[in-house]
């Protein structure tokens, strides 16, 4: 009876040590994992801080990629003018040299050839000063051209893909070219929705510049076309040139008196049409900014020869 009695006493000792045992593993556990969670919160905040971080570097790139998009078009379309220009400096070098050669080859003159000798040379120094004059007013032009054609880039970036827009400086005119697909309805001169908001952009530029004249021409390609209201893509075009020009006119307040509507059918092509990505080229509709044709006159007028 005595043995039963310990051996009880003995069991309830160790039951009581193993409960008090898990109980102190408890507490700790549940101390551990206090613990851990505190450091995952923190992990969390550090997390956001640095996502923040990285959208604001991403933007900072983004921002910087556009700007150095916008230097490089900038660079390119300087180079094309200066490389220019200094073509024409060669050829009027070229034709000043030849003839001061004939000059120098004459060596026994009379007086009366001498007196000619002198005009001649008046007239080369006056056609210098002319030379210069255009010049001088052909860079202004370019410098103009330029700045015009970075700023329809830069306006026209957003939201628009490259195949649908293009824009060039040439000679004395900007002139943007634009997808059919982008400004008409299929086989229309009806204007898209999409269309209205391109041509509002350009409006503005074109706004910002009162002294320029603009010409829309119309191009299609050579599949034949027939209607109620079309004979042909000479139709076509020159619809597709007056729906153009009545939004700049009527959605955007552009004078009337600057605007140049004109249809070139299926001709001046760009690509084959005997494929649908070159059939596709020459559908287009061309936006030319250009200088008004009385400050050409003013150019080309002897008496702003400076003195």
């Not at 549940?30 to 969390?44: F, H, Q, T, V, Y």
């Not at 000059?103 to 000063?129: F, P």
């Not at 052909?138 to 700023?151: E, F």
Request: aromatic share 4%; proline share 3%; glycine share 4%.
């Amino acid at each position: 009876m005595n043995t039963k009695i310990l051996l009880f006493t003995v069991l309830c000792l160790s039951l009581s040590l193993t409960s008090c045992i898990s109980k102190k593993k408890f507490a700790g556990l549940k101390s551990e994992l206090d613990a851990a969670n505190k450091d995952l919160g923190k992990c969390g905040q550090d997390l956001n801080t640095y996502m923040k971080r990285l959208e604001s570097c991403e933007l900072d790139k983004e921002r910087l990629e556009a700007d150095l998009r916008n230097a490089k078009s900038s660079t390119e379309l300087r180079e094309e003018q200066i490389a220019d220009l200094k073509d024409q400096i060669k050829d009027i070098r070229s034709q000043r040299d030849k003839q001061l050669t004939q000059v120098d080859d004459l060596t026994v003159l009379s007086q009366s050839a001498n007196e000619n000798i002198s005009e001649t040379l008046s007239q080369l120094e006056k056609k210098d000063k002319y030379i210069h004059l255009l010049q001088a007013a052909k860079t202004k032009a370019d410098s103009i051209n330029l700045a015009l054609a970075v700023n329809l880039k830069g306006v026209l970036s957003e939201g628009i893909e490259d195949r649908d827009v293009e824009i060039k400086v040439d000679k004395t005119v900007v002139f943007i070219n634009l997808s059919d697909k982008m400004l008409y309805q299929s086989g229309s001169s009806t204007i898209t929705p999409r269309a209205n908001e391109v041509l509002g952009k350009i409006a503005k530029i074109i706004q910002s510049r009162p002294d320029l004249e603009v010409m829309v021409e119309g191009y299609t390609d050579n599949m034949p076309i027939r209607s109620s209201c079309l004979e042909d893509n000479w139709d076509l075009s020159v619809k597709r040139a007056t729906s153009v020009v009545r939004v700049l006119q009527k959605n955007y307040g552009i004078d009337p008196n600057r605007l140049i509507a004109s249809g070139r059918g299926e001709y001046n092509i760009l690509a084959t049409n005997d494929t649908p990505e070159g059939r596709a080229t020459n559908r287009r509709t061309r936006i030319i900014i250009l200088p008004k044709l009385d400050q050409f006159y003013d150019l080309l007028n002897p008496n702003n020869i400076p003195n």
